[in-house]
């Protein structure tokens, strides 16, 4: 299981960087990312959810590499790892981020910069009911014929089993033979019944077994994201600190 010793902030890595790179010994990879991520693109709200995200451990557990060819599924109006992906790739790969024109048109003027030049936009049909708790997609379309990684970050509970996978299907026809399809979501706890209280949440042995259904294999797992916490009973956003998220990596034979 991969572990990942206690996270410090964006300043605090801007102030210690020395230090931290001949400690950690950061791969050139992790080194773009820090970089990136001290870039004056960025919010503060960004900055604050870097302790918990870790996105230079996060992007090096899944193995990102910068000439890859990346779908981002739902990015969100935050486009927090959008931020960060779109100028790691500029030079040698794609990012293609999947979402509603709504989402992509409360992004605003840092989309123009020419880090992002590589950032495809691919607009879905993806009402949300509220009176289902889930969005509805329509065609699934991630706008290129294949890739080398998916990335599905706190998403996959808002959809139902039957456009899960849909979902699943799709991506392992999109994925090239080797490529990565990633996973991570609120934890629930196993075998327990899904309620109002806990639809932001995911079994994740029931996530396993569904991508596997599509064909993938699971490839590897990461606690890095565990919180103790979180007692699993409460709805997402009453949790104070983190909440418990499972890491998967699958892999497309």
Do not use: C
């Not at 456009?163 to 934890?187: M, P, Q, W």
């Not at 994740?204 to 294999?217: C, E, H, K, R, W």
């Amino acid at each position: 299981m991969y572990k990942i010793k206690p996270r410090l902030v964006v300043a605090a890595l801007s102030l210690l960087a020395p230090v931290l790179v001949s400690a950690q010994n950061l791969t050139p990879l992790q080194e773009k990312v820090r970089s990136v991520m001290q870039m004056d693109h960025r919010t503060e709200a960004e900055l604050e959810r870097d302790a918990d995200r870790d996105p230079v451990a996060a992007l090096d557990f899944i193995g990102l590499e910068d000439d890859m060819t990346v779908i981002e599924f739902l990015p969100a109006g935050q486009a927090y790892y959008t931020k960060i992906l779109g100028p790691v790739l500029v030079d040698n790969g794609h990012l293609m981020v999947v979402d509603n024109q709504s989402t992509f048109d409360s992004w605003g003027d840092w989309t123009e910069m020419d880090m992002f030049k590589m950032t495809h936009q691919v607009p879905i049909d993806n009402a949300f009911s509220s009176s289902a708790g889930r969005y509805t997609p329509g065609e699934i379309n991630f706008g290129v014929p294949s890739a080398d990684l998916f990335l599905h970050f706190r998403e996959y509970h808002n959809f139902d089993e039957r456009d899960n996978a849909r979902i699943n299907a799709k991506v392992f026809e999109t994925l090239k033979s080797g490529g990565s399809y990633v996973i991570i979501d609120h934890s629930r706890r196993h075998m327990k019944e899904e309620t109002r209280t806990l639809g932001r949440r995911e079994d994740p042995v029931d996530v396993i077994l569904q991508v596997q259904a599509a064909g993938f294999v699971l490839d590897r797992a990461s606690d890095m994201f565990f919180e103790e916490s979180d007692d699993l009973t409460q709805e997402v956003g009453r949790i104070p600190n983190m909440t418990d998220r499972f890491f998967l990596v699958f892999k497309k034979p």
